[in-house]
């Protein structure tokens, strides 16, 4: 979940490893990463970046570019936040935090850079 330095909900990104795929939260549906991009180590890096002036993520694995999608009218079809993605996605992020049930993750490390 990421938030916007008043505390407030700025999006979410989920992943997950059974099937393989990916959700923005409060935008999309699930999205299927293409199997034949993901590599098949045990051990996987993942790097995600975000562009907040063109709502851009790119999603590696294993330095491999897996997601590249930015975020429009076209791409948020999650029909509960269809009216209101952007208003939530344009808060800005100053941070993030993991939900408990993240049974997956050893490691994280964040940088945050500015505007």
Not at 104 to 111: F, G, I, Y
């Amino acid at each position: 979940m990421f938030y916007n330095t008043e505390g407030e909900k700025a999006g979410a990104l989920m992943i997950s490893f059974s099937p393989i795929q990916w959700l923005l939260g409060f935008c999309s549906n699930w999205i299927s990463f293409p199997p034949d991009l993901v590599p098949t180590a045990v051990n996987k890096e993942w790097r995600i970046s975000f562009k907040q002036q063109t709502l851009n993520f790119k999603i590696s694995c294993n330095n491999v570019l897996v997601g590249n999608i930015t975020m429009s009218d076209d791409v948020c079809r999650n029909l509960q936040f269809r009216s209101n993605w952007r208003n939530i996605w344009e808060r800005g992020i100053s941070t993030m935090s993991f939900t408990s049930d993240d049974t997956a993750s050893d490691q994280l490390c964040t940088k945050l850079q500015g505007k």
